[in-house]
């Protein structure tokens, strides 16, 4: 449903939650994926269009080794450009 529009992706430290059975939503557990993980769901969202290469339109941004922090200043770069 983004493609064509640009999606940007962050590799990044999101926050790392845990929520024991019976509470509200529960049980469930937010992680962070490891960076194979996150490059493999790009590439597979870019093999579902395989007909839209240019201009390029998913763009994924490591921070760090994919732990880094969240919003930097290369995905900001990018975000602004479109």
Request: charged residues 15%; without cysteine.
């Amino acid at each position: 449903m983004i493609a064509p529009r640009t999606l940007v992706i962050e590799a990044a430290q999101g926050p790392q939650v845990t929520l024991p059975p019976g509470m509200q939503g529960a049980p469930a557990e937010l992680i962070t994926p490891a960076l194979e993980q996150v490059k493999r769901e790009a590439q597979r969202a870019e093999s579902l269009v395989p007909g839209l290469t240019e201009p390029r339109w998913l763009h994924l941004v490591v921070s760090g080794d994919g732990t880094g922090p969240f919003v930097t200043r290369s995905t900001m770069q990018l975000v602004v450009q479109f």
